[in-house]
């Protein structure tokens, strides 16, 4: 079993916290997880997918109540919104009676219903963690053919093991029918399996660029507010990261419009038909797959209290990724797939304009070294690091 690196962090959150959601996108192992810190401790799972397990909650409160000494885990939460008024009166109870924190940890695959149930009915007592998919931190090596495997085939746990390619790619399709077919329809949402596979599909295309609402929807035969309002849904399931574009202390005229990545990079070359690593480095995405394989790589660890963006002007000077740790600390991040990366003044001047504090240039080499203007060329897992321990000093 891969040991995920979020593992005392949501330990410690279910310390404090009367309540605690883990957010994240279906098959990424968030029940794994869960089970896991349950062994240690008294607990109760229930499947709200499960016809056996919804029967239990016929009266939740009074069934809920039997099990106040347990650790109760609720997978797949926002399937029952009307659980969450339950959950309030019991964790109000347990205060009242002086009982411990973390009774409850909830399971969810959709941020946007899941976090404005929660926060109507659940304000000021439940905290948040989202579980990306698996990252460089939590692979057993760190060799190049380790991250080429993690970049191929994605971050959900099957299809990182799967023992091939193939058979990964194959476990990949069956997850995008499945959200097709039968998860986005169980929200409620009519919206035809082979138009959003086209709008997926699309965006892929688009890795790491501006999206132009109105020319997608004239391809869908939709208009732009709708084409929008489908990707937003790509984007509330942990499927696409809107990145935004840096906006203070802003000197130049910039950059407006945000970027879209397809977050797991399995998902992405599944949908561009590229299903092996000869195919991926022959492919015109190659730098943009990398590109997203790294942000989201790096913002996978990332505390929440850090802000993330891009810094584009219109006058082309340009940041990847912008970190901001806080008023008085800003990483500039540049990404290259090159084993001799190029900086060009457009990111130095770049890093003047937000007052950036460290500068790095991430590419998929093994040394770390220094080059001009305080810049640091670095290994993706070696930035992870720095991170991670920055993060945990803070």
């Not at 009915?121 to 057993?140: C, D, F, K």
Request: aromatic fraction near 8%.
């Amino acid at each position: 079993m891969i040991n995920r690196w979020i593992t005392p962090k949501l330990q410690k959150t279910l310390e404090h916290s009367a309540a605690v959601a883990l957010l994240g996108a279906r098959q990424n192992g968030k029940t794994t997880l869960a089970t896991k810190i349950a062994q240690d401790i008294p607990s109760l799972y229930l499947d709200l997918e499960s016809p056996k397990d919804l029967l239990k909650l016929s009266d939740p409160f009074a069934f809920l109540s039997l099990h106040q000494d347990k650790l109760v885990i609720l997978d797949e939460i926002q399937r029952v919104p009307e659980l969450f008024m339950t959950l309030r009166g019991i964790i109000d109870e347990n205060r009242r009676q002086g009982r411990k924190y973390g009774q409850f940890l909830l399971l969810g695959s959709a941020s946007m219903d899941l976090l404005r149930q929660s926060s109507e009915s659940l304000a000021g007592r439940i905290s948040y963690i989202e579980l990306s998919g698996l990252n460089l931190l939590e692979v057993p090596s760190i060799s190049t053919q380790d991250i080429q495997k993690l970049w191929l085939k994605g971050g959900f746990p099957e299809s990182y093991l799967a023992p091939t390619d193939a058979i990964a790619m194959e476990w990949i399709e069956n997850l995008i029918r499945s959200y097709l077919e039968r998860d986005i329809p169980q929200m409620d949402m009519q919206i035809p399996a082979a138009r959003l596979r086209r709008l997926w599909t699309m965006l892929c295309h688009l890795q790491g660029e501006p999206v132009n609402f109105s020319k997608i929807g004239g391809s869908l035969e939709v208009d732009a507010k709708t084409a929008s309002r489908y990707t937003d849904i790509l984007i509330d399931l942990f499927l696409v990261r809107r990145l935004n574009p840096w906006h203070q202390n802003a000197k130049k005229r910039l950059v407006k419009s945000p970027r879209f990545y397809v977050r797991d990079t399995g998902i992405l070359h599944n949908l561009l038909g590229i299903y092996d690593m000869d195919t991926l480095f022959s492919n015109p995405v190659l730098g943009k797959s990398f590109e997203g394989f790294v942000i989201e790589n790096i913002l996978s660890i990332c505390p929440s209290f850090v802000e993330s963006y891009f810094y584009r002007t219109a006058a082309g000077s340009e940041i990847d990724l912008v970190l901001r740790f806080s008023a008085k600390e800003t990483w500039a991040i540049e990404i290259k797939h090159s084993s001799a990366p190029k900086i060009t003044p457009h990111f130095h001047e770049a890093c003047q304009e937000i007052e950036a504090t460290h500068k790095y240039v991430v590419y998929p080499g093994n040394e770390e070294f220094p080059i001009t203007h305080n810049t640091i060329v670095t290994p993706l897992v070696s930035l992870m690091k720095k991170i991670s321990n920055r993060s945990n000093v803070a």
